[in-house]
C-alpha cells in the first residue's frame, strides 16, 4: 500500500463493530479486511488496511470505545510515517448514547457528551444528566 | 446555577450570607426593570410560588407557564427552540424540568442566566440551597454536624445534593432507610471518596436519633416499591412522633422538604424542635440570594443596599418623630407667642 491507513489489533470479536464504527461500508477505497489472525497478544485479531484514507481524531476515537489498545499506522510513500495506540479522548462528543432513558440527550436532537472519568476501566460519565457507563454498557451511536 | 456540586465552600457560605441580607430586608428595588421567566415544563407549585416572589419581593416582573400542556413544547417544540425564544423576552431563566440534565443543555444555548428549579430527579440546588440555610441559622455553622436522614434515601434528589453540598464541612452522616429505599451505592462511594463519615442504619427509633443535630426527614413513597408487602411492612417504621423527641439534643432540629404526609406526626408540630415551616420561609430568602447572584449582583452590593434601606427607615423614622411631635410643637409656640402678646398688652396698657 502507498498512501493510508492501517488498523490493527484489533479483538476479532470487534472487529465488525469497527468496520461499522468507521463506515467503511459506504467507502470506495481500496479496503483490506483481516479476520481471526493469529495474535501473540489477543490471540485472535482483525487488522483493516484502507487505501487512501485519513481519519480524523472524532472518526477514529470511536474505535477506542470499543476496543482499547487497537494499533493505528499511518502509511506515506509506502513508509509508515505514524504509529500510535488509540486512547480514549477526555471528551466523547456524538459518538455513545446515554443509557439514560429520561437524560436531556435522548430527547432533544443533540448531540452527546460524555467525560471519560476513567480511561482504563472506560468508564464515562453523561456531561447532561451525570450517570455515568462502564464499556460493557456503552451503546453507539450509528453512523448513518 | 445548575447544579450545586459546582459551588465551593466559599460561594456556599457567600450565598449564605447572601440569603441572610435578604432575611433582614426580604423587600428590594435591586431587581427593578428586570423580567424574570419561569418555565415549568413539570407543575411544582411550591417552588414556583418560592421563586415568583422572591422575583416580585425584588422588584422584577414575572412571566412564564406553569402547565407543560400549555406550553408549545406539548406541540413538539424543542428545548432549544424554546429556550432561545425566552432568551429574547427574559433576564433570568428559571426552569423546572422532567428530563435529567435539561438545566444544564438550556445554560448553553442561551446567554441569559438559566437557574434549576429541578431537572427530573438529578438536582435541585435551590432546594439545597435553602436546606444549607435553615442548617446554618439553626445550628449557627454548618461545621461537623451530625446529620440524620431518614426515608426514601434512594430516590430523594434532595438527600443527595445535601450530602455533595456537605461535603465542604465535615459532616457525619446517618443514613435511616428501608433496604428497598437505601442509600445507592454511588452515592456511597461518594462519601468515601471525599472522606466523607457515614453510618446506616435500618431502626429509625428514640435511641438511634439521640445525637442528631439535624433530622433531615423524607417521604417513603407507595409508588416506589416493587414490592408492596415490603411497603405495608415499613411504611410505619419511618415515622417521626414527638414522644421520640424526649431524649434528644436541644439544638436538633427537624427539616423536611414538603410536602409530607404522614411520615411526621402531627404532634411534631408543636415541639420547637419541629423546623419545616420555617425551612420553606428560608427558601424565599435563598432563592432572592441566587436570583441576585446569577445576575451578577454582589454581597457587597446587597450589603451597601441593605445600609440604604436602614438608613432610610432611620431617616423616616426621625422625619416621623418630628411629625409627630409637631402639634405639641406649634402649641408650644401658640403659648408662647400669646404669652408674648399678653406681656406687650400689659406693659401698653400700663
Known amino acids: ?144 | 446555577m445548575v447544579t450545586i456540586a459546582d459551588y465551593t465552600r466559599e460561594k456556599i457560605l457567600y450565598m449564605l450570607e447572601m440569603a441572610r441580607e435578604f432575611e433582614k430586608h426580604p423587600n428590594r428595588h435591586l431587581l427593578y426593570g428586570k423580567v424574570v421567566a419561569t418555565l415549568f415544563f413539570e407543575p411544582s407549585t411550591r417552588t414556583r410560588l418560592s421563586f415568583e416572589t422572591a422575583a416580585n419581593r425584588l422588584g422584577a416582573r414575572v412571566i412564564g407557564f406553569s402547565d407543560p400542556m400549555s406550553t408549545s413544547s406539548s406541540k413538539g417544540e424543542t428545548l432549544n427552540d424554546t429556550i432561545k425564544m425566552v432568551s429574547n423576552y427574559a433576564d433570568i431563566i428559571v426552569m423546572r424540568h422532567y428530563l435529567e440534565g435539561a438545566a444544564r443543555y438550556a445554560s448553553e444555548v442561551t446567554d441569559v442566566p438559566v437557574v434549576n428549579a429541578g431537572d427530573g430527579a438529578h438536582q435541585h440546588p435551590s432546594q439545597t440551597m435553602l436546606d444549607l440555610y435553615s442548617i446554618y441559622k439553626t445550628q449557627g455553622t454548618l461545621e461537623n454536624l451530625h446529620i440524620y436522614l431518614v426515608g426514601d434515601l434512594k430516590y430523594g434528589r434532595t438527600v443527595h445534593s445535601l450530602i455533595q453540598a456537605m461535603r465542604h464541612f465535615n459532616p457525619t452522616f446517618h443514613f435511616i432507610a428501608p433496604d428497598e429505599l437505601r442509600m445507592p451505592e454511588e452515592y456511597k462511594i461518594y462519601c468515601r471518596e471525599h472522606d466523607i463519615k457515614f453510618v446506616e442504619h435500618k431502626d429509625f427509633t428514640a435511641e438511634s436519633i439521640t445525637d442528631a443535630d439535624i433530622l433531615y426527614m423524607t417521604r417513603v413513597q407507595r409508588e416506589r416499591f416493587t414490592d408492596l408487602d415490603e411497603y405495608e411492612r415499613v411504611k410505619n417504621v419511618y415515622i417521626l412522633r414527638n414522644a421520640m423527641l424526649a431524649n434528644t439534643k436541644p439544638n436538633l432540629r427537624i427539616l423536611h422538604p414538603l410536602p409530607r404526609v404522614n411520615e411526621i406526626a402531627y404532634d411534631v408540630d408543636q415541639n420547637e424542635k419541629a423546623y419545616y415551616f420555617q425551612q420553606a420561609q428560608n427558601g424565599l430568602y435563598a432563592r432572592e440570594a441566587i436570583l441576585s447572584d446569577v445576575l451578577g449582583i454582589t454581597l457587597d452590593e446587597v450589603k451597601a443596599d441593605s445600609l440604604k434601606i436602614e438608613a432610610t427607615e432611620k431617616m423616616s423614622g426621625a422625619v416621623k418623630n418630628i411629625t409627630d411631635d409637631l402639634p405639641g410643637v406649634i402649641n408650644n409656640f401658640k403659648d408662647n407667642v400669646e404669652k408674648m402678646a399678653k406681656q406687650v398688652r400689659d406693659t401698653f396698657n400700663r
Open chain 1, 1 to 144: 500500500m502507498k498512501n493510508g491507513t492501517v488498523i490493527d489489533h484489533i479483538p476479532s470479536d470487534k472487529l465488525f463493530t469497527v468496520v461499522a464504527l468507521l463506515g467503511l461500508e459506504h467507502l470506495t477505497n481500496n479496503i483490506t479486511i483481516g479476520y481471526n489472525l493469529d495474535s501473540k497478544l489477543l490471540g485472535k485479531k482483525g487488522i483493516i488496511k484502507i487505501a487512501d484514507k485519513f481519519f480524523s481524531n472524532d472518526e477514529i476515537n470511536r474505535i477506542a470505545v470499543v476496543a482499547p489498545n487497537v494499533m493505528m499506522n499511518i502509511i506515506r510513500d509506502y513508509e509508515v510515517v505514524e504509529k500510535k495506540i488509540l486512547q480514549l479522548p477526555d471528551e466523547l462528543i456524538g459518538i455513545v448514547k446515554c443509557s439514560n432513558q429520561k437524560c436531556i440527550t435522548n430527547n432533544e436532537p443533540m448531540p452527546t457528551r460524555f467525560h471519560v472519568i476513567d480511561k482504563e476501566n472506560c468508564v464515562i460519565k453523561c456531561h447532561y444528566c451525570e450517570k455515568e457507563q462502564s464499556r460493557a454498557e456503552i451503546q453507539i451511536i450509528s453512523n448513518e
